[in-house]
Structure formats: structure tokens, C-alpha cells
């Protein structure tokens, strides 16, 4: 079991920044790779971010490439999700989650583990 608590969300103007944590505890940190999701009221839980299996390298969904970016620190089993230029479309309720080796990345059925989310609000 590994348990995942995010942070740091907030409302914030367009063009702004705002840095996700997600601490997690339990099982060893490096058994898991770990990604972003974000879910807008009414819309579907969508990929924005994770980890390859290695940790040597990331993925982004289209929609936040060039504006987030994904960093770990390992010795605080914390990882973190950077969000420059927001845009009024990235509001959502953004989640992390742990996969296990070999499950796809993209897909919130690959991760066994969630978050409970944190609330980011981008105004216009």
C-alpha cells in the first residue's frame, strides 16, 4: 500500500504559476512511477504527467507541454508538478497517482494508487 497526498493547489490569474506536491508514505516510493492527472466538473480524469518506470524521463500530455514540468525528490518521497503560463483551461482537480512496473502511463487504469486531490482554479 502507498498512500498520496497532494498540495498546493489555489486560484491564481492566467499566466500565472502554481507548484503541486505529492507526498506519499507506505511502501517504498521507488516501486511506483508516478504521474498527474487533472479532472475538470463534468469531463473525464485526463493524463497531464508522470514519470517513466526508470524516473530518467518524463512524459507530458500535449495540452501542458513547454508549461509543466515534473520533478521528484526522492529522500522526501515527494514528488512535484510545476505549472507555469496557466491558462483558464488547466482549472481542475489535479491528482497524483502511483503505477506499478509495466502498466501504461496515459491511463488512469495503470495506477493503483490516488491522491485526493487538489483544487487549482485559474481565473481569466
Known amino acids: 500500500q502507498v498512500q498520496l497526498t497532494e498540495s498546493g493547489g489555489g486560484l491564481v490569474q492566467a499566466g500565472g504559476s502554481l507548484r503541486l506536491s505529492c507526498a506519499a508514505s507506505?511502501?517504498?516510493?521507488?516501486?511506483?512511477?508516478m504521474g498527474w492527472f487533472r479532472q475538470a466538473p463534468g469531463k473525464e480524469r485526463e493524463f497531464v504527467a508522470a514519470?517513466?518506470?526508470?524516473?530518467?524521463?518524463?512524459y507530458y500530455a500535449d495540452s501542458v507541454k513547454g508549461r509543466f514540468t515534473l520533478s521528484r525528490d526522492n529522500a522526501k518521497n515527494t514528488v512535484y508538478l510545476q505549472m507555469n503560463s496557466l491558462k483558464p483551461e488547466d482549472t481542475a482537480a489535479y491528482y497524483c497517482?502511483?503505477?506499478?512496473?509495466?502498466?501504461?502511463?496515459?491511463?488512469?487504469?495503470?495506477?493503483?494508487?490516488w491522491g485526493q486531490g487538489t483544487q487549482v482554479t485559474v481565473s481569466s
Open positions: 497517482a502511483a503505477r506499478s512496473y509495466g502498466k501504461p502511463y496515459f491511463n488512469t487504469a495503470g495506477y493503483g494508487y
Open positions: 507506505g511502501r517504498t516510493f521507488s516501486n511506483y512511477a
Open positions: 514519470f517513466t518506470w526508470s524516473g530518467g524521463s518524463t
